[in-house]
Nanobody, 127 residues
Framework: QVQLIESGGGLVQAGGSLKLSCRVS????????MGWFRQPPGKEREFVAT???????????DSVNGRKGRFTISNDHAKNTVSLQIDNLKPEDTAVYYC?????????????????WGQGTRVTVSS
């Protein structure tokens, strides 16, 4: 059973930055895609970012015309870790952030396609 453990959440002021980490219990190369999702208070879970293996292709919720926005997903296979950097934080970024792994299939923004999930880490952005 693959285990995912998120860390790095907390209370930050608007305009600041935060880096979330997700440690994977098994070799990261066994996952075809890793994703970050979030669930704001009282709302549905939503896609944030995803990265594929071995292509390292990325996709983001806020990319416009191929230009990346405030989120950056990256992986470190030596440490079996996937990270999410969030810059210029806004109050609407307040949510529980979840890391997810997909064992097979192409990169996707659909949460139901991911097999394994972490417990989440809470991010609160104050205005």
């Amino acid at each position: 059973q693959v285990q995912l453990i998120e860390s790095g959440g907390g209370l930050v002021q608007a305009g600041g930055s935060l880096k979330l980490s997700c440690r994977v219990s098994e070799d990261l190369t066994s996952a075809r895609a890793m994703g970050w999702f979030r669930q704001p208070p009282g709302k549905e879970r939503e896609f944030v970012a995803t990265i594929s293996w071995p292509s390292q292709l990325t996709a983001y919720r806020d990319s416009v015309n191929g230009r990346k926005g405030r989120f950056t997903i990256s992986n470190d296979h030596a440490k079996n870790t996937v990270s999410l950097q969030i810059d210029n934080l806004k109050p609407e970024d307040t949510a529980v952030y979840y890391c997810a792994a997909r064992a097979s299939g192409a990169q996707t923004r659909t949460a139901e396609a991911y097999t394994y999930w972490g417990q989440g880490t809470r991010v609160t952005v104050s205005s």
